[in-house]
């Protein structure tokens, strides 16, 4: 089994991981969920990036006919490795959510298109008071190389139709990379979402669960080998019933959560939180 080790696209180089103080001496523990379906390639360029104080990362593997698990287990010797119950992505989040012992839940993608070096922006607006927190490619400072303009369009229309039907002020919706607090999870109804509306379908529902929402600006990368298993239309068609079959659904009360006891630091500045009842007291 060969690892490549030299990065030359992207500008995602890879390596061993580091060890970090940033964050050990805040009190919490963070996983990491890697959803992969044959992505031995592109495993050395995302799980040596992932920060050192990384608590644990859980690779779900979607039945790969490739080498990806024996890759992971060679960069990161104590991942954790898991199946689904069923094929999909949302599967493989919810199996990964489930599996994970974590305060803070981190989710990013195998194919590079996340870089896991944005994983301390996601944990910095958590313990600023945020109780989920999505990636933007439409903030400043973020941006996208893997998204067409027909992908853009549409993005922006699921955008438009979510802020007119549940309020909130969100700029990106079907994005894969997000954070949150293991405790809402209870609010996040997965069970019968097994594509990539997944994404859509968490915004969503953090929004109408009334919990405190912020967007941080991300830079999504283009996947560096293989093929996306993204299906514009179907998927897209796939989010429209999403959004459609949230309208109906019974708005959610958002549960008392226990106190967190954590050292905050400071404020992400430029980072409000959203929402239509999000906005700091």
Not at 239 to 247: F, G, Q, W
Request: charged content about 25%; aromatic content about 8%; some cysteine.
């Amino acid at each position: 089994m060969t690892i490549e080790t030299d990065s030359k696209s992207n500008n995602i180089p890879s390596g061993g991981r580091k060890r970090s103080d940033a964050f050990e001496s805040a009190g919490f523990s963070v996983s990491v969920i890697v959803p992969a379906m044959n992505e031995e390639k592109n495993l050395p360029h995302v799980l040596p990036r992932i920060p050192g104080w990384v608590s644990e990362v859980i690779l779900v593997d979607g039945n790969s006919k490739d080498q990806t698990v024996a890759v992971a287990r060679a960069l990161m010797p104590d991942i954790r490795v898991i199946g689904q119950d069923r094929p999909g992505k949302g599967a493989a989040l919810r199996a990964g959510f489930q599996a994970a012992k974590s305060e803070i839940i981190v989710m990013i993608d195998a194919d590079g298109s996340t870089d896991p070096a944005e994983i301390p922006a996601y944990v910095g607006a958590l313990l600023s008071g945020a109780d989920f927190v999505k990636g933007s490619r439409f903030l400043q400072g973020g941006g996208t190389r893997d998204m067409e303009w027909y992908r853009k369009l549409g993005n922006w229309g699921f955008v438009q139709l979510v802020k007119w039907r549940f309020g909130g002020n969100f700029s990106d919706l079907c994005y894969g990379y997000a954070a949150f607090w293991r405790d809402v999870l209870p609010l996040l109804e997965l069970d019968q979402i097994d594509g990539f509306e997944v994404e859509t379908s968490m915004n969503i529902q953090a929004l109408r669960s009334d919990l405190r929402v912020a967007e941080v600006a991300s830079i999504e990368h283009a996947r560096i080998h293989g093929t996306s298993n993204l299906r514009t239309f179907p998927d897209g068609w796939r989010v429209l019933k999403t959004i459609a079959r949230e309208s109906v659904t019974k708005t959610r009360n958002t549960p008392q959560k226990r106190p967190r006891q954590v050292q905050k630091p400071g404020p992400i500045i430029g980072r409000p939180l959203l929402g239509g009842h999000n906005e700091p007291e």
